[in-house]
């Protein structure tokens, strides 16, 4: 079983920063990609940033670019950091990791979400 942890989120006003962190713990961690969507209140939830196992090549969503990054502490361990700077009101959400682990077609393993506020 995965257990998938996040933290770091909070109040912020807009144009500031947050740090949002990740750990996966558990057993059959191997994973292609580790990602963070995000889900607003009343829309769907919606894709973020993901980073590779292999190579550690990223992608982020057309709304974050430039403004977030996405990174991992190290190649064997499974934690990543979602650090968002110039925040905007639209960037409020509820804030998940997920792990897309080997051997399955899509993300699998899903934290219960840490919430970002981000006041105008």
């Known amino acids: 079983q995965v257990q998938v942890v996040e933290s770091g989120g909070g109040l912020v006003q807009a144009g500031g920063s947050l740090r949002l962190s990740c750990r996966a713990s558990?057993?059959?961690?191997?994973?292609?990609?580790m990602g963070w969507f995000r889900q607003a209140p009343g829309k769907e939830r919606e894709f973020v940033a993901l980073i590779r196992y292999s190579g550690g090549s990223t992608d982020y969503a057309d709304s974050v670019k430039g403004r977030f990054r996405i990174s991992r502490e190290s190649v064997s361990t499974h934690t990543v950091y979602l650090q968002m700077n110039s925040l905007k009101p639209e960037d409020t959400a509820v804030y998940y990791c997920a792990l897309h682990r080997v051997g399955s077609t899509a993300f699998d393993s899903w934290g219960q979400g840490t919430q970002v506020i981000v006041s105008s």
């Open positions: 558990g057993r059959n961690l191997a994973y292609y990609a």
